[in-house]
């Protein structure tokens, strides 16, 4: 395939993961909790530490979120391929669409 295919395929999905994620932090509580406090306990941690550590926790931070990323990407791709058949389940058209999209959220 084309350079110029793989890097339009990949903005759109980074876009579409974006646009998702934005969604999900202006319409659950529980998201905005969860970074809320992850943000809280980011900030006490970096308080309590000594300086000289900083890097190494910034390092296994990255490292983390590089790791998550990846996992995201990949799941998200796999969810894309997949996708043809649960859609037709759980396009809304269905009550238990809106419950299991609830449930697997929480």
């Given at each position: 395939m084309s350079s110029s295919f793989n890097k339009n395929l990949a903005t759109f999905l980074t876009e579409a993961k974006e646009a998702a994620l934005n969604e999900l932090s202006r319409n659950n509580p529980e998201h905005k909790k969860l970074a809320d406090n992850h943000a809280k306990i980011s900030?006490?941690?970096k308080n309590e530490i000594p300086d000289r550590y900083e890097a190494l926790l910034d390092?296994?931070?990255?490292?983390?979120?590089?790791?998550?990323?990846?996992?995201?990407?990949?799941?998200?791709?796999r969810g894309f391929k997949d996708c043809i058949s649960p859609y037709k389940r759980l396009d809304g058209s269905f009550p238990e669409s809106e419950d299991f999209e609830k449930f697997f959220t929480a």
């Amino acid at each position: 395939m084309s350079s110029s295919f793989n890097k339009n395929l990949a903005t759109f999905l980074t876009e579409a993961k974006e646009a998702a994620l934005n969604e999900l932090s202006r319409n659950n509580p529980e998201h905005k909790k969860l970074a809320d406090n992850h943000a809280k306990i980011s900030a006490n941690v970096k308080n309590e530490i000594p300086d000289r550590y900083e890097a190494l926790l910034d390092n296994l931070t990255d490292s983390i979120c590089s790791l998550a990323r990846m996992e995201m990407n990949y799941l998200y791709l796999r969810g894309f391929k997949d996708c043809i058949s649960p859609y037709k389940r759980l396009d809304g058209s269905f009550p238990e669409s809106e419950d299991f999209e609830k449930f697997f959220t929480a």
